[in-house]
């Protein structure tokens, strides 16, 4: 990972300072937090996603992650920090679909509620939308979808799909309407020339039919 921003977490750059420029990064989607404390061993990641979300965290030491090692994390007030840029890459462990909206938790630093409930927006998408960039990475999207009941996934509409291949796809409505004028002119015009050809017998048809009803 590359770093884009490091400094010290200090009484004057506090981690709410740090989380808003975490959250306000154009440049990457998705940045990673790391908090070093010179008070302790803790240390671990923070990660984010476009639209100014905290997703999850991880503690190096004992390897604990979700909202409870995000408040650990962001309870530092002495230490350094770096922000860094995944280059795209999936970050699977700072991500545990939290998607707290930083703005939520910055007022309540450094003493975050001990339950992450009443801060985790439950519609995540619509905030991104508004950012303009729709493009999210599959770790870091919100987890909407539930396995459906098997009566859910029978009322569930289903899609059909058509083989490109197929008959029917190559069949094209438009030639046989041409063919089929086509057919009508030629039916007219083969009626016509033998009117034109075979007149003097019709005629003679004709006259013999009207004397024989007499």
Same mark, same amino acid.
């Given at each position: ?20 420029? *975490? ?20 240390? @671990? ?12 965290? &991880? ?6 992650? @979700? ?24 970050? %699977?462990? =700072? ?31 619509? %905030? ?33 799909? =058509?083989?490109?291949?197929? &008959? ?5 409505? @438009? ?8 057919? *009508? ?9 033998? =009117? ?17 009803? &007499?």
């Amino acid at each position: 990972m590359d770093v884009i921003i490091e400094g010290k977490i200090t009484a004057d750059e506090g981690i709410d300072d740090i989380l808003r420029t *975490c959250a306000e990064i154009k440049s990457v989607k998705t940045p990673v937090l790391r908090i070093n404390d010179n008070n302790s061993d803790l240390q @671990g990641r923070i990660g984010f996603s476009q639209g100014g979300y905290i997703v999850g965290g &991880k503690i190096v030491p004992t390897g604990e992650s @979700g909202y409870e090692a995000v408040r650990r994390l962001l309870s530092v007030s002495e230490g350094n920090y770096a922000i860094l840029d995944p280059m795209r890459k999936h970050v %699977a462990d =700072v991500n545990q679909s939290l998607w707290i909206k930083v703005e939520k938790i910055v007022p309540l630093l450094p003493d975050l509620p001990e339950s992450p409930e009443g801060l985790i927006d439950p519609h995540p998408q619509d %905030a991104i939308r508004q950012t303009g960039n729709m493009e999210i990475p599959p770790n870091l999207q919100p987890d909407e979808k539930k396995d459906l009941s098997v009566d859910e996934r029978a009322e569930a509409p289903k899609s059909v799909v =058509v083989n490109a291949a197929s &008959k029917s796809r190559k069949f094209d409505l @438009g030639y046989w309407r041409f063919f089929r004028a086509g057919l *009508c002119i030629i039916a007219g015009f083969t009626v016509v020339l033998s =009117v034109f050809m075979y007149h003097n017998e019709l005629l003679t048809f004709f006259n013999n039919l009207l004397l024989s009803q &007499k």
